[in-house]
């Protein structure tokens, strides 16, 4: 187990509502990245926050939108849900942004079906 | 550029036989690259990585072999079991980005393994 937790474990949406997604960090990293992985298919990135702040952004649309906390938790916000959007969310944490520590651990994911 | 080449997409190997997942990669910028073991259910694992300053690291019974001239690395699992049965994602990063850049990962399509008894 890496120590990083995303909750909840499931969830169940309809089009056009709206998800937030949950992670802990591990402990001791400041930096939580963001991937969707569809089925049969390997994670794309979404964004990444260090400090709080958006640190680099992946080919996906504003409505997904993130937030990172004072204790290193992170959200995950996705408005007008779409029916592509069903896929498994994960999160990873790290240390820095560069440089041989900043290994990303993952945590289990949020398995979203949008209906 | 960014993209990062997978195969096969399934493998089937018997007991105590070797394993060998393929990739390459098209941006030389890339120096970081790590494998992901992924159980139904579960987030993917980090299993091994490498960088571009070697040409092979093993842990274990997990080798990666890294040719940086042609782009491609792989990985070997040796001994195979069934419990290695798993799907695995290579993937590639930038160790230090700049201009803009950030360290994500850019994942392969995965490969699904089956190590039979």
């Known amino acids: 187990e890496t120590g990083v937790t995303q909750s909840p474990t499931h969830l169940i949406k309809t089009r056009g509502q709206q998800v937030t997604l949950r992670c802990s960090s591990q402990s001791g990293h400041n930096t939580v990245s963001w991937y969707q992985q569809a089925l049969g298919q390997g994670p794309q990135f979404i964004f990444q926050?260090?400090?709080?702040?958006?640190?680099g952004r992946g080919n996906f649309p504003p409505r997904f939108s993130g937030l990172q906390f004072p204790n290193y938790s992170s959200e995950l916000n996705v408005n007008a849900l779409e029916l592509d959007d069903s896929a498994l969310y994960l999160c990873a944490s790290s240390f820095g942004l560069a440089g041989g520590q900043n290994t990303q651990y993952f945590g289990p994911g949020t398995r979203l079906t949008v209906l | 550029q960014q993209q990062v080449k997978q195969s096969p997409q399934s493998l089937i190997v018997q007991k105590g036989g070797i394993s060998i997942i393929n990739c390459a990669y098209e941006?030389?910028?890339?120096?970081?690259f790590p494998w992901y073991q992924q159980f139904p259910g579960k987030g993917p694992a980090l299993l091994i990585a490498i960088r571009p300053d070697v040409s092979e690291k093993k842990e274990g019974r997990f080798t990666i072999s890294f040719n940086k001239s042609a782009k491609q690395f792989s990985l070997h699992i040796m001994d195979s079991q069934p419990g290695d049965s798993a799907t695995y994602f290579c993937?590639?990063?930038?160790?230090?980005?700049?201009?803009?850049?950030?360290?994500?990962?850019?994942f392969g399509t995965g490969t699904l393994l089956a190590v039979q008894p």
């Open positions: 993937a590639a990063s930038r160790l230090y980005p700049y201009g803009g850049a950030t360290n994500k990962l850019i």
């Open positions: 941006n030389t910028a890339f120096d970081y």
């Open positions: 926050y260090y400090r709080e702040e958006e640190n």
